[in-house]
């Protein structure tokens, strides 16, 4: 596989997980997952997770992978790539795995002192990529194997922070992000 399949497909691959935590932050508010509850004086999660943003963040994620599974076939042939479908368990898998990411490092942070909005290198840009990827693997391990080959899950652990500074920094730029980061 050469380089650009390569990228092609990690990119079309993790797109239903890039997108969730996008669209919770356009379909936020409302009740916390937390309710409040604090741990040691610290709140287990804070007001940036919301139900009604987590389930906007996988319903888009799975809408999405439903679209590419749609459009695969002509996009395969546009590319000169064979892209992956993606099985129904993926579907949810994938954008379930990035919100429960973005929340167990939301409840990092608040147990490191870090207020919300606060950078965490490294656990901010992969967070989401990690559980993510995990669900995908216990949801269709034999899928996740032919996939998300070791070059594969390269380019998405040195693509993915770049995107996700990117992405961050337009929303910070467009108003809908209180912080570039």
Do not use: C
């Not at 932050?25 to 309710?35: E, F, K, S, W, Y």
């Not at 929340?103 to 989401?128: E, M, Y």
């Not at 990827?133 to 594969?152: D, I, K, S």
């Amino acid at each position: 596989m050469g380089v650009f399949e390569t990228v092609v497909i990690a990119l079309w691959a993790m797109l239903p997980a890039y997108v969730p935590n996008n669209a919770a932050v356009l379909a936020g508010g409302g009740r916390p997952i937390d309710g409040g509850r604090t741990l040691n004086g610290r709140r287990l999660l804070g007001d940036g997770k919301t139900w009604r943003g987590t389930a906007m963040g996988i319903l888009v994620g799975a809408l999405l992978g439903a679209l590419l599974n749609a459009v695969e076939p002509s996009s395969s042939d546009l590319l000169g790539v064979s892209l992956p479908t993606f099985p129904v368990a993926v579907l949810l898998a994938l954008p379930a795995g990035a919100m429960l990411g973005d929340i167990a490092a939301s409840f990092l942070k608040r147990r490191t002192g870090r207020q919300r909005g606060a950078a965490f290198p490294g656990v901010d840009q992969l967070d989401f990529v990690v559980f993510a990827l995990l669900l995908a693997f216990l949801a269709a391990p034999e899928w996740f194997g032919e996939v998300f080959t070791l070059p594969v899950l390269a380019v998405v652990v040195v693509v993915t922070p770049l995107l996700h500074l990117a992405t961050n920094a337009i929303a910070y730029a467009l108003g809908l992000k209180d912080e570039p980061w």
